[in-house]
Nanobody, 128 residues
Framework: DVQLQASGGGLVQPGGSLKLSCAAS????????MSWIRQAPGKGFEWIAA????????TYADSVKGRFTISRDNAKIAVNLQMNSLNPEDTAVYYC?????????????????????WGQGTLVTVSS
């Protein structure tokens, strides 16, 4: 069975940093693109970052570009999200997700419907 276990959330002050990790199992991890998707309180899901399989080319939503960095470790079977310069608008539950449409265009990667498996989510709260 596919399992995605996200961790690393917590409370951080504005301007601070946090690193999220997602441990994956149950599928050929290196063959699939992975993403982080978030849901702010009272809002819908927002795709924020993806990393492709193969050359692991990352891509980002404009809302996090330049502040967040997604990476993958195929040996440890994990995908990470380094978040810097956090602001209160980044407060959300963050999910790691497995791309199951096997298409690596930006449109496919940024579409939350492309992700057939999601982790349980980890809460990030940015507040002073």
């Amino acid at each position: 069975d596919v399992q995605l276990q996200a961790s690393g959330g917590g409370l951080v002050q504005p301007g601070g940093s946090l690193k999220l990790s997602c441990a994956a199992s149950g599928f050929a991890f290196s063959d699939y693109a992975m993403s982080w998707i978030r849901q702010a309180p009272g809002k819908g899901f927002e795709w924020i970052a993806a990393i492709r399989n193969g050359e692991a080319d990352p891509t980002y939503a404009d809302s996090v570009k330049g502040r967040f960095t997604i990476s993958r470790d195929n040996a440890k079977i994990a995908v990470n999200l380094q978040m810097n310069s956090l602001n209160p608008e980044d407060t959300a539950v963050y999910y790691c997700a497995l791309n199951t449409v096997y298409e690596s265009t930006y449109d496919a990667l940024s579409n939350t419907a492309s992700y057939g498996f999601w982790g349980q989510g980890t809460l990030v709260t940015v507040s002073s």
